[in-house]
């Protein structure tokens, strides 16, 4: 049996709204081609539901809710179920007692997507803007002029995501993620500690970027706002804030982009014996759309960076890069962030 618990309130809690003093126009945010109308999901309901009962919520609330509703918790359970007993290609999902179908069809929606939630760690950002007040986050509010619609306002005064920004920031909007700091942070002092490495491959830059926080539904730009629970939420990881939290415990390499990682690997050697060793034209075909796809500037080869945490005394005659702030760190002879050489 299938069961959702539902919280109810007996009345709903009048919570102080503080005056949001203006609304984010970033067009970053949408594809730029909205709907004409906004459909109602559940989720969307739901989040409604939220904010008129507690007020405005941060954006890394908004992804948290949408990212990891129940439906989708749902669906990763069964689906590890599935996996634990064989990956059977007979696979049944009932619900007794279904109503409308709404919690099994939002399950099903999961399945499709579940390739992104079982590869991606979901980690949430907070969107602050520079205003002539200081910095201000960025809130989800419901839409005054249309009930069941989403806006983007800003804080009516400071929040604790603003401590996360530098004092000499120089970008006028910025993503800041404390759960990616709290990770680069517990990673380091184990490396510190124990020895070993870190290895991030993301979609990122080195603190030049501002606005990334975006949505897709079928592979394509979606209006991270309208028909929430639909589309993947995603932002581009700042890498020159993860090196700020490793706090000079431990080295930092790169990023670099995926093109440079994979030939400095020798890419290009594995791909020649391959090739060498396949009479096939179908696999040969293969293979070189592959490399094409990781390697293309304009598909894989600059989107994905890599990044890397390693002690102190790997590096080089025990040089050692205590500035966490510093932009260009120490690379050699660590595999990937340096051209191998081949004997």
């Known amino acids: 049996m299938s069961v959702l618990v539902r919280s109810g309130l007996g009345l709903l809690c009048a919570v102080a ?49 949408v990212l990891t509703n129940p439906a989708k918790l749902l669906g990763i359970w069964f689906i590890s179920e599935w996996m634990a007993t064989g990956k059977s290609t007979a696979f049944q999902l009932v619900e007794l007692g279904p109503g409308r179908g709404t919690l099994v069809g939002d399950i099903l929606r999961v399945f499709t997507q579940l390739g992104s939630v079982l590869k991606n760690c979901d980690i949430s950002v907070h969107l602050v803007e520079k205003t002539p007040q200081g910095w201000r986050e960025v809130f989800v509010d419901i839409d005054p002029q249309v009930s069941d619609k989403l806006r983007f306002v800003l804080a009516p005064s400071a929040t604790p995501a ?31 500690l124990t020895g070993g490495a870190a290895l991030v491959a993301d979609y990122g830059h080195d603190g030049t970027r501002t606005d990334t926080f975006r949505g897709f539904c079928g592979h394509k730009l979606h209006d991270v706002l309208i028909a929430p629970g639909t589309a993947d939420l995603t932002a581009d990881v700042d890498f020159s804030y993860l090196r700020r939290m490793a706090q000079g415990k431990v080295a930092s390499v790169g990023p670099i982009k995926q093109h440079t990682f994979l030939k400095n690997m020798g890419i290009d050697v594995r791909l020649k014996v391959l090739l060498d060793k396949s009479n096939e034209p179908s696999v040969r075909q293969q293979l070189l759309q592959g490399y094409d796809m990781l390697m293309n500037p304009k598909k894989m080869g600059e989107r994905f960076n890599f990044f890397a945490l390693l002690p102190h005394q790997r590096l080089q005659g025990g040089r050692h890069q205590r500035n966490a702030r510093q932009s260009k760190p120490f690379a050699s002879l660590v595999a990937g962030f340096s051209e191998l050489a081949w004997q």
Request: proline fraction near 8%.
């Open 17 to 65: 709204r503080g005056a949001i003093p203006s609304i984010w126009r970033g067009k970053y945010f949408s594809s730029g081609n909205e709907p004409a109308e906004n459909p109602v999901t559940p989720m969307l309901r739901h989040l409604i539901y939220k904010i008129k009962s507690t007020g405005p919520i941060t954006v890394a609330e908004y992804m948290k809710e």
């Open 162 to 192: 603003e401590a996360f920004i530098q004092h000499d920031e120089t970008r006028d909007h910025v993503e800041v993620c404390p759960d990616a700091g709290v990770i680069i942070e517990e990673l380091s002092e184990r490396i510190a």
